[in-house]
């Protein structure tokens, strides 16, 4: 194995052995780091750390009251999609076609698509979701969302934190350190992309101040082979037998460190990413093969990208996976709007009407909460920047959501916007009322949900958050 010419440009551990003067030279400024998280362990920045070491794991738990939803699956349709040309229906805007509308900047920008009322129901929806459409029933609309700052940067990691300034856990890792998981050998939070990480997306799948083993685990399905998607699960060098030596020996090791000097629950994150990783060689595979479908369910979600997620998800989900967030992009329509969000809208129409019913079909659906929506919405007046094929500006005042399954009631509309959908106006939902009320359907009181830091209780909706209790069942 150790002469294996494909192996030559990998790192071999075995390489890494030092000699004595090698270490004394390598770890000089890391004893006196040593000191230095001693002395801060003293003065107590490091005490709440070591509090909630013994919640640093994976293993389930229970909410603070019984409620259906067990898991989560999220399509975060990042770029902000316009309310007005999906799921609020604004029919005075073909009134004022053109003409500048009653206290807001720029002429009035009808929606070019047609709405019609669907299921028991009668929830209106726009003809560019025809098979969302059919599952009304089991939706719950909020058309009354608004945000703080319409920037998308700042919108995402508010949508996914709760926090418009400083980095904190977002509401995946909140689930995972509440809850726990209900498989040891998969992470509890994973994160699929289509692409390259990015910064944003990073920082919406941190865990922040609360132990790393909560932070979401991002995949690339660029390309839909397990072995690509999980990059380096194999372990070239080293047998299962020679790997679980290693991690207990590694562990004996961090066990008398702590005991002797004092714990690192950064370190312990760290192991248990490596404890997670040495598991997934068994599991991961065949939850993220989806060869192993039928050809029936495969053409049920299409043979897309996202297609190829949402199945991912499911699978993911009814193997325990707590959270399950699906990045789909594009939705940013600065102009042709027309036809960008009839392209976009396709690609995300018969995915997830497919896993709705999908789930609904395999009795997952009541215990799994599912949600679409964006970081904020749209204008409904022509973007400044004049394109012949026109398209909406940023719009922090006014979007929407739905959610479905999971304790949700279906058949619901809540809240309204303005008689043009520009800013909410009845029953307004901030963010944090958005967030407390997925931690309800959680069963979580979100004020209890705490973590201490530095002596003072931080959670997910900060110091406010009001459950909108008419969405739940």
């Known amino acids: 194995m150790r002469n294996d010419p ?27 780091m040593l000191g230095l998280g ?16 013994t919640l640093a794991n994976l293993a389930p738990r229970q909410p603070h009251y019984p409620v259906k939803a067990r898991r989560v ?16 229906p604004k029919p005075a805007l073909v009134k004022y076609a053109n003409q500048p509308l009653p206290g807001l900047r720029g002429k009035a920008f009808p929606s070019p698509f047609e709405f019609k009322k669907h299921g028991n129901s009668g929830i209106e929806v726009s003809e560019v979701f025809p098979k969302l459409a059919s599952h009304v029933d089991d939706m719950a609309v909020i058309r ?18 709760g926090s418009l300034r400083i980095a904190r856990p977002s509401v995946g890792s909140w689930l995972l350190y509440g809850l726990g998981s209900e498989n040891q050998n998969l992470p509890g939070f994973i994160a699929l992309r289509n692409g390259s990480p990015s910064l944003t997306m990073t920082t919406c799948c941190s865990s922040s101040f609360l132990p790393g083993v909560y932070t979401g685990t991002q995949v690339s399905t660029a390309k839909m082979e397990p072995e690509t998607m999980l990059e380096n699960l194999r372990n070239p060098f080293m047998g299962s037998r020679d790997q679980r030596m290693q991690l207990d020996f590694v562990s004996q090791l961090n066990q008398e460190h702590s005991a002797k000097l ?8 760290r192991l248990q990413a490596f404890e997670m990783a040495f598991k997934m060689q068994t599991e991961a595979s065949d939850a993220f093969d989806l060869a192993k479908e039928s050809a029936a369910t495969r053409e049920l979600y299409g043979d897309t990208p996202l297609g190829n997620q949402l199945l991912l998800a499911r699978r993911l989900s009814e193997r325990g996976v707590r959270v399950v967030q699906v990045w789909h992009g594009g939705w940013d329509m600065h102009n042709d ?65 739905w959610m479905a399954g999971g304790g949700v009631k ?28 997925m931690l309800a359907l959680m069963g979580f009181e979100h004020t209890k949900l705490t973590y201490k830091l530095n002596g003072r209780e931080f959670r997910l909706t900060d110091v406010s958050g009001r459950v909108v209790r008419e969405i739940i069942a």
């Open 6 to 32: 494909s192996l030559a440009h990998l790192q071999n551990p075995l390489n890494a052995v030092l000699s004595r003067r090698e270490v004394l030279q390598r770890t000089g400024v890391g004893m006196g």
């Open 38 to 53: 001693a002395l801060l362990s003293g003065e107590g920045f490091l005490a709440s750390a070591r509090a909630e070491a």
């Open 73 to 88: 699956i999220q399509i975060f349709a990042y770029g902000a999609p316009s309310q007005v040309d999906t799921w609020d």
């Open 144 to 161: 009354s969302l608004y945000t703080d700052i319409p920037a998308h940067d700042v919108a995402q990691v508010f949508m996914n934190t």
């Open 262 to 269: 004092q714990h690192e629950a950064q370190l312990d994150a």
């Open 337 to 401: 709007v027309e036809g960008s969000m009839q392209r976009r809208a396709s690609e995300v129409d018969q995915p997830a009407a497919a896993l709705l019913a999908d789930l609904k079909s395999r009795g997952l659906l009541e215990d799994t909460l599912v949600i679409w929506g964006g970081e904020f919405g749209r204008t409904v007046t022509f973007d400044n920047n004049g394109n012949e094929k026109p398209g909406r500006d940023h719009n922090n005042k006014g979007f929407c959501t």
């Open 410 to 437: 279906g058949g619901t509309v809540y809240g309204a916007t303005d008689e043009f959908g520009s800013h909410a106006e009845v029953d307004k939902v901030h963010i944090h009322d958005l967030h407390a009320t």
